[in-house]
């Protein structure tokens, strides 16, 4: 016999506000809850310290040589203005790309092009296909670090045709690429056939403009000051990949961010483990660091955060990772910040079963509600626990479309993130509204929000990279050279 159904009834939720973004260092008033609507009516965060020391962006190229004349006619087209042709409730005219950045794009000299041939097979090197793409793109890089001072950020071209070759089970050309530019110190953006035939040009041109600008090292806005958020905060990000063959994996290579509270400062932290992986499966699917390592990753963060801020001590450090914190990560924790007041371990979980769908009235009787017509507002927060919330990142967001609804993606009824607090304490509110700040943070596409906030995303990106290039070493990175 069926159990009979039980009701029950959730806590009331809170709508927490669209965090604003900054667009000036020293004007609190040029704040807009829309990253590009903010760029073109206030400018850059960056304005006038990028401009002060180049009064233009130089973009080398590297790629096939009968496609020279596509990638110089779409670095050309980003100084053109375009009017918005999808997305027009959320994507404004994009005005081009000295008139946003105020500063010139123009192409770096000619030694700093450079051209392969149309087919793999006639790269020079030896081995497979693979090989000979590894070696090319090493080759093209460790050239144009003799031009270092000639260019600001290079665009490479992977055509489709080389598709079987750049990404396979054991080879990814992007992720390698990213590799060897760590290496070189050389800032990339990668590129494929559909950006010459892409018909949406004002998505595109806000997308790859804003791209090259982060990678030049500008800053196109920061995170405004949240209420509440205590002066002196700063957020780590957490994310593991096992680095080397799966089947035989021994160490957990462990990627940390650090960010200020405005969500600058960003850089990457490539940290060895150094005791081993006793169980494999088990770090697959909840993957985590001893006690000593934690310790040990935490403190070179620190040790960043300090260079960033004259010595100083953060007052609050905010850890962020996608698994749960286990005892000995804690205590980690613990150990290697044992000088800051207040520290939060935070479980930014994905994989939430939940979902919601807003009811408005319906005027009609016995049935007075009825399912509005986009979801949940982003911003929807509902506690669960004293330890855990959930709230939604994607939802409806009103504030930025000129139509009075905007859901991004417009797929599927959005599910929440469930944060968990493992240590540290006050409200679950301030957590919520930190990581709904942090979701506007990627620079790396023209959209209102990412699904992670930026903490984990990036520190993602970089994992992924680890695990995908082995030898990649355990230093640390300008978040820009993984973008």
Not at 116 to 140: I, K, V
Request: some cysteine; charged content about 20%; aromatic content about 10%.
């Amino acid at each position: 016999m069926a159990s009979p159904p039980q009701t029950s009834k959730l806590p009331p939720f809170t709508l927490l506000d669209e965090p604003q973004l900054s667009f000036s260092p020293s004007d609190s008033s040029q704040v807009d809850v829309h990253p590009l609507r903010g760029l073109v009516h206030y400018g850059p965060y960056s304005e006038g310290s990028f401009g002060g020391y180049t009064a233009k962006v130089r973009i080398a190229t590297v790629g096939p040589e009968s496609a020279f004349k596509h990638r110089g006619a779409l670095m050309a087209s980003l100084r053109n203005s375009y009017q918005p042709s999808d997305r027009s409730e959320y994507v404004p005219p994009y005005p081009g790309f000295e008139a946003l950045f105020r500063v010139k794009l123009c192409a770096a000299p000619g030694a700093a092009h450079i051209k392969w041939p149309d087919s793999l097979s006639q790269l020079p090197g030896e081995g497979d296909p693979q090989a000979r793409l590894f070696q090319a793109m090493d080759a093209a890089l460790r050239r144009l670090e003799t031009l270092r001072n000639e260019f600001d950020a290079v665009l490479v071209h992977f055509p489709d045709s080389w598709m079987p070759a750049t990404r396979t089970k054991i080879f990814d050309a992007h992720d390698a690429l990213k590799a060897l530019g760590a290496k070189y110190n050389i800032p990339t953006q990668v590129i494929n056939d559909r950006v010459f035939t892409f018909k949406y040009k004002a998505s595109l041109a806000w997308r790859l403009a804003t791209a090259l600008y982060v990678k030049a090292a500008g800053t196109p806005w920061k995170l405004a000051p949240l209420d509440g958020v205590p002066d002196d905060t700063a957020y780590i990000g957490l994310a593991y990949a096992l680095r080397g063959d799966q089947r035989d994996a021994h160490y957990v290579t462990c990627c940390s961010q650090v960010f200020d509270m405005d969500g600058g400062g960003m850089q990457f932290v490539a940290f060895e483990a150094r005791d081993p992986v006793v169980d494999v499966a088990e770090a697959r699917r909840n993957p985590f660091l001893t006690r000593d390592d934690m310790r040990a990753v935490l403190a070179r963060s620190l040790q960043l955060y300090q260079g960033r801020n004259g010595g100083n001590l953060p007052k609050r450090l905010v850890i962020h990772k996608t698994t749960a914190f286990r005892r000995e990560e804690i205590e980690g924790a613990f150990d290697a910040l044992s000088g800051v007041p207040e520290i939060e371990c935070i479980e930014v979980g994905v994989a939430s079963c939940w979902r919601g769908v807003w009811l408005i009235p319906s005027g009609r009787q016995p049935h007075p509600s009825k399912p509005a017509s986009y979801p949940v507002p982003r911003g929807t927060m509902v506690v669960r626990s004293g330890t855990s919330t959930l709230v939604w990142v994607a939802g409806n967001a009103p504030g930025v479309s000129n139509t009075g609804n905007y859901y991004q993606g417009k797929k599927s009824i959005p599910k929440p993130l469930q944060l968990v607090r493992h240590a540290g304490r006050g409200a679950l509110e301030l957590i919520a509204r930190e990581a709904l700040a942090l979701t506007k943070m990627d620079w790396n596409n023209d959209a209102l929000y990412d699904p992670l906030p930026v903490s984990i995303r990036y520190s993602q990106r970089l994992a992924r990279t680890i695990a995908n290039v082995p030898d990649l070493p355990g230093n640390v990175y300008p978040y820009r050279l993984f973008m």
